[in-house]
């Protein structure tokens, strides 16, 4: 069971009644906060969630309505009595950025761990969770992310006893552990079939439409994509500030076959996205506009 | 005509409905903001304010609930097309944290100037504004600042001709300027009375309790002062972090005669403040418990 929030969908500045666009992805006790502009903390507050259980976060980029909240962030969850490390993942720069900002938070009780990303894509797996962070189009180097859980085969009984497998061992490769008992050596595979579907959200704001986005996000379950623009005649200034249009969004979730769309990083000057829906629900028909706070439980097949 | 602004009143972190410490003076079309944490951008507006008129950002200290809004601010001030120059004021190290904190705000279409506080107290004239910055007790260099508008005296005819002011300079010279005719210098003080009381609002958040604090509100219009922990028991922990409780505030608003004091800066742990205003009222009886975006417009005498 995978919970995602959409916890704001503004972009660019925060306004009354739009956080700026982060997301967190809740699986088995343990959180994955992607971005954190100026008050996402308020946003996570209001969405009735905590600080303390994000063990990870993903940055896209370093424009400052995606991290601009970390301080802020980092503090609350030191007050909060945080001592357990937390883990950030971004683009070359990460932990300089972050020192930098630090400037006003810099004590913390808990250490901080940086992955800088350097490839076009690269797969972390981190927390429970397999992130795959792929290079996108915007103004400064940005990626977009996938969460994904990934889901091991059944268990097999006659398999284990075609490999020999003591019965003692069962549980704990069934778990996914590596075994040695009696100086024999016992691996998962050795109990389990192939390797199930598992869940896939796919992340990307702030960026043209590019083609990796529809690679990386085919088939997913979710694809949280930005719509910074939804007026038809914004197609120029989607181009000048290197984001998309509605319009561009639903053709990628069209290309990359997804489940479900939510747009989101709505520009300040776009009051009711939904007013904007109908060229894109015309092109990919499972779409709707993000709000702040838009929650979904995502469920392994079967 | 002076319009002070209350634009939060929490400390430490902001909080759903309580945004942080932060106050807002506006008068002749120049604003003045006193520090500027996370969310003061959605504060302003929320208050029906907006950010470019602001001239002068004083900031008490640099923990991060009284600047760490400030990168959001000043790029939402870029992205109105601000072109005027803003002036910064705080205790040494200003420039440093603000270089720091625009890691994430590196292109502004403004220039900033700072004016960087050494002395223990300093007054500086600035968009219509007299400024009193006084150091006080924190656990890191910390000032408080009068925000006060002098008023010069009234015009008098009968020192202008005592004076052989030419009279095509008395217009000039009424509103402050010092004029030059036929090779003669005038200066205002040649056509008017003696200066007349003007207005005054003290802004004190993250001390304890120090006899400065007293001198400097002496007779202030408004006192806008931090109430940290309003239970009687927190009086060990005031003492530990510096900061006051909410009798502390009311004896020296009392010791300084003011004539209105708003409490502020209220700890997350304090939910209902108005719960503990007995005290207070018992103590100096012209006391209030602030609340987000509460506004005064303050007015000559006479």
Known sequence: MLDISLLGTGGMMPLPKRWLTAMMARYNGKSLLIDCGEGTQLAIKECGLSVNPIEVICFTHYHADHISGLPGLLLSMGNADRTEPITMIGPEGLEKVVRSLRVIAPELPFEIKFIELKEKTETIHIAGYAIDAFKVSHKVT???YNVRIERQGKFETEKAN???VPMKCWNRLQKGETVIEDGITYTPDMVLGETRKGLKVTYCTDTRPVDIIAEMAKDADLFIC????????????AREYKHMTFEEAANLAKKAEVKEM??????PSLV???????QVTDIFPSAVPGKDGKTITLNFED
């Open 142 to 144: 940005c990626y977009g």
């Open 162 to 164: 075609a490999n020999n």
């Open 226 to 237: 930005e719509g910074m623009y939804g007026e038809p005649d914004k197609q120029a200034k």
């Open 262 to 267: 939510w747009l989101t990083h709505f520009s």
């Open 272 to 278: 009711r996205p939904s007013d904007y829906m109908k």
